[in-house]
């Protein structure tokens, strides 16, 4: 079982950008396909993006596909969001989540999660 802590959330103006972090205390982190969430006050939680154990698999949601890349570093046990042109429509608290086996885009798949960090986008 692993951990997750998220970091690196904050305010920005629209066309911005963050870079979230999300740092695994597991040992065995690399059994891991991981994903990025989000939601929007009074909104369901929505995928954003994920990735697969060995990093040779990404998948994005359409509306942040070109602006948001996700990545991983085994060695550190953690996952990242480069996040670039942010828009308002952005602003979320953004959760990472992670699942034994290949990636999946529906956050019921996924069984550890984070506790998530603010991203704000003013316009």
């Known amino acids: 079982q692993v951990q997750l802590v998220e970091s690196g959330g904050g305010l920005v103006q629209a066309g911005g950008s963050l870079r979230l972090s999300c740092a695994s205390s597991g040992r065995t982190f690399s059994n891991y396909a991981m994903g990025w969430f989000r939601q929007a006050p009074g909104k369901e939680r929505d995928f954003v993006a994920a990735i697969s154990w060995s990093g040779g698999s990404t998948h994005y949601a359409e509306s942040v596909k070109d602006r948001f890349t996700i990545s991983r570093d085994n060695a550190k046990n953690t996952v990242y969001l480069q996040m670039n042109s942010l828009k308002p429509e952005d602003t979320a608290v953004y959760y990472c989540?992670?699942?034994?086996?290949?990636?999946?885009?529906?956050?019921?798949?996924?069984?550890?999660w984070g506790q998530g960090t603010q991203v704000t986008v003013s316009s």
């Open positions: 989540a992670a699942r034994r086996g290949s990636s999946r885009y529906h956050p019921d798949d996924y069984a550890t």
